[in-house]
């Protein structure tokens, strides 16, 4: 089974979906990363739903076809309040899976008031106290390049120069499915340029400090996938986690950097199925 839906998530904010996989399956929700939509997820999901799991990969407010914020509203709560809302629907506590953004969701949803009730979490390559410098690289790669690109081989040269360690695609299917073409025949990614506006509620050090919190409160199995070559998660990013949370499993993906998924796939399901199978019912 392969379809699309929609989730209300907070606000009246309307959330697109892809479900694949056994209607009766374990429930696995995919929360990609802040500027990714859940085409990020295609190779996982279908390989999760091989293996017998109800995948739900969920485009993020102001990402993909999911509903742009009327209010703008982008600070890390809102997307929490949005998963609470996905959470919800479900008969059976999912795992949640969820890289960047979707991982830091994934924290605070699962553990501050009204905590939802979910069976475990992976957090693809990120913790509590990130690297500044890393995460200002990602979000000026976004910024400078949100003004758009004449042509979708203009965004592929792009990418190839902010990512050198991939193979530039030669095909450009899969980058379309992150672009919108607007009526000035400009390509522009496929999120609201808000997103990574300046705003309220992301000061990174109470951000930290409440993360930290999320990892201290919780209760159910954990697991980070960490590329090696992360700039986002560092060395003692990783020493830190593990005195935060002694009983949460590391596994670290080589030759991978902050998209994981992206730059190992093989090795990031190495390390994901064989933790969702030992959580199943």
Known sequence: ???????????????RATVAGPEQGDPVLLLHGGGQTRHSWSTTQNTLAGHGF???A??????GESDWAEDGRYELGAFADDLRHVIETFDTPPALVGASLGGLASLLASSEHPAAKVKSIVLVDVVPWMEA???AQVVGFMRGTSYGFDTLDEAADAIADYLPHRPRPEKLDGLSR?????????????????????Q???DMDKMNERLTDAVLSLDIPLL????????????????RFRELLPHGQVVEVEGARHMVAGDENDAF????????KREKV
Do not use: C
């Not at 089974?1 to 959330?15: K, P, R, W």
């Not at 969920?58 to 990402?63: A, F, M, N, T, Y």
């Not at 607007?182 to 496929?190: E, F, L, P, S």
């Open 58 to 63: 969920v485009d993020l407010r102001g990402h």
């Open 269 to 276: 399901l190495d390390g994901l199925i064989p933790f969702l």
């Open 200 to 202: 309220d509620g992301w």
């Open 133 to 135: 410098k890393g995460g």
């Open 54 to 56: 109800l995948t739900v």
């Open 1 to 15: 089974m392969q379809e699309t839906t929609t989730f209300e998530g907070a606000n009246g904010v309307t959330l």
């Open 224 to 239: 980070l996938l960490r590329g090696s070559e992360s700039e986002i998660v560092s060395d003692a990013g990783v020493r």
């Open 178 to 198: 992150n672009m919108r073409q607007r009526d000035d025949g400009r390509w522009y990614w496929h999120w609201d340029p808000a997103f990574v506006a300046p």
